[in-house]
């Protein structure tokens, strides 16, 4: 049954992945010094967690230990709410009539920062839905933060409008700089 098969699974999480699936992208060093996380549940016998664990690390992934419901909360912030926003990006501009002109012009930003609206629709569609809650939670914040920098651009206060960019690039560069994450 499955509930007997509950103490054998392990549920582990990569962050190693691509926008383009399939064994024709494969990468035999996908997982070196990439975080894994581990998110255990109490029915999860602590020996095979911990093999699980070895595992990650033999092939030279970091790992990290999160319950499920942190590990949702975080990913819906910082991979989830990306892939939205890069879905949402993308379709704003090219909905618009100068939409593909447009695009003609993007550059490294626009390439950057839209790479993962390449995704497959059935995967982020599913995920976008099984964490629907944390997501549009985080869709709210998010939301919130680009009101306050178009408050700041109607208004034409180039302080605040600086000071936000500047929070925003700060932050940038002390998480670059960060490193392996607490346990949750």
Same mark, same amino acid.
């Given at each position: 049954?499955?509930?007997?098969?509950?103490? %054998?699974? @392990?549920?582990?999480? =990569?962050? #190693?992945?691509?926008?383009? !699936?399939?064994? +024709?992208? &494969?990468? *035999?060093?996908?997982?070196?010094? %990439?975080? @894994?996380?581990?998110? =255990?549940? #109490?029915?999860?016998?602590? !020996?095979?967690? +911990?093999? &699980?664990? *070895?595992?990650?690390?033999?092939?030279?992934?970091?790992?990290?230990?999160?319950?499920?419901?942190?590990?949702? !909360?975080?990913? +819906?912030?910082?991979?989830?709410?990306?892939?939205?926003?890069?879905?949402?990006?993308?379709?704003?501009?090219?909905?618009?009539?100068?939409?593909?002109?447009?695009?003609?012009?993007?550059?490294?930003?626009?390439?950057?920062?839209?790479?993962?609206?390449?995704?497959?629709?059935?995967?982020?569609?599913?995920?976008?839905?099984?964490?629907?809650?944390?997501?549009?939670?985080?869709?709210?914040?998010?939301?919130?933060?680009?009101?306050?920098?178009?408050?700041?651009?109607?208004?034409?206060?180039?302080?605040?409008?600086?000071?936000?960019?500047?929070?925003?690039?700060?932050?940038?560069?002390?998480?670059?700089?960060?490193?392996?994450?607490?346990?949750?």
């Amino acid at each position: 049954t499955l509930g007997s098969a509950l103490s %054998r699974f @392990v549920p582990a999480h =990569p962050i #190693a992945g691509k926008e383009m !699936a399939g064994v +024709a992208h &494969a990468e *035999a060093v996908l997982y070196q010094d %990439r975080q @894994v996380i581990l998110t =255990p549940l #109490a029915e999860t016998d602590s !020996a095979l967690a +911990a093999r &699980a664990q *070895a595992l990650w690390e033999a092939v030279g992934s970091r790992v990290c230990r999160l319950s499920p419901e942190a590990h949702d !909360a975080a990913f +819906a912030a910082v991979s989830h709410l990306p892939h939205l926003a890069a879905f949402a990006l993308v379709n704003a501009v090219a909905r618009q009539p100068e939409g593909a002109q447009y695009l003609a012009l993007a550059g490294p930003g626009f390439r950057d920062f839209s790479r993962i609206a390449a995704s497959s629709a059935a995967v982020w569609g599913d995920i976008l839905l099984v964490n629907r809650e944390q997501v549009l939670h985080q869709s709210q914040l998010m939301r919130a933060a680009l009101a306050e920098l178009e408050a700041a651009m109607s208004a034409g206060d180039s302080a605040r409008l600086r000071a936000l960019i500047d929070e925003a690039s700060q932050t940038r560069s002390r998480w670059r700089l960060g490193g392996q994450p607490t346990d949750l």
